[in-house]
């Protein structure tokens, strides 16, 4: 189900699409209000019914562009990088990529907010989790398909098992520290996680801590690519 006008792309929907992140993220998804969107750019409810028949709408939308953002991003990893580079490595970096922006940009920030509150979570919660387990079993796939990941690895409960520990860090992190601790967190993760996965040739190969100065790519509004 997508809410996202195929092969169009107008200002106030982004403005309506900014404000609502930035009002779920500050007041919560239950307490936020659709005047108090609509009043924070400018529009009237009319306005933003042209675009959003509902709050659930609106809190889809902004999934659905989060999890397009991860496509891009995993797709700029493979696309841009040597071939040298391990596919664990592509993995690790996704993760740090994808969830980083959490420290700063209100899209990531309410999506996972938003994921999570019992309307939206029956709606698309299962079609999330899933979409997120298939993008990292196709990277454990082609880390596989390398010779990377020891033999006894299931791809499949393994990238369960991944997707599970990361959203626990998101939210350790969100409880203890609004995201700052977050890259500690994810770089403990995967001191958990590689020696379980990596051959020994690759997991001496793999940098586990965000990649030194360099930018993570932050999910934002402006980046298109909607999804559906």
Not at 28 to 51: E, P, W
Not at 162 to 169: C, E, K, P, S
Request: proline share 4%; with cysteine.
């Amino acid at each position: 189900m997508s809410f996202i006008p195929n092969g169009h792309s107008d200002s106030t929907r982004e403005r309506l699409l900014l404000a609502a992140a930035v009002i779920f993220d500050s007041q919560g998804f239950g307490q936020a209000r659709l005047d108090d969107i609509c009043q924070a750019i400018g529009v009237t409810k009319g306005a933003l019914y042209c675009h959003f028949p509902s709050k659930d709408a609106l809190a889809l939308a902004l999934l659905e562009r989060r999890m397009a953002a991860w496509h891009r991003q995993s797709g700029g990893l493979r696309t841009h990088r040597p071939d040298d580079v391990h596919r664990l490595q592509n993995l690790i970096d996704l993760s740090y990529a994808a969830l980083l922006d959490l420290r700063h940009d209100p899209v990531a920030r309410a999506a996972h907010r938003v994921l999570f509150q019992d309307r939206v979570f029956d709606l698309v919660g299962g079609m999330h989790m899933i979409s997120c387990v298939t993008l990292v079993h196709d990277l454990l796939d082609e880390a596989n398909q390398r010779g990377e990941l020891r033999r006894e690895v299931d791809l499949r409960e393994a990238a369960e098992g991944i997707m599970a520990a990361a959203l626990g860090v998101q939210t350790m992190s969100r409880a203890t520290s609004d995201y700052e601790d977050l890259p500690e967190r994810l770089e403990a993760m995967w001191r958990v996680w590689i020696p379980h996965l990596a051959v020994p040739s690759c997991r001496a190969a793999l940098r586990l801590a965000p990649q030194r100065g360099t930018s993570v790519p932050a999910v934002a509004l402006s980046a298109g690519g909607d999804a559906g």
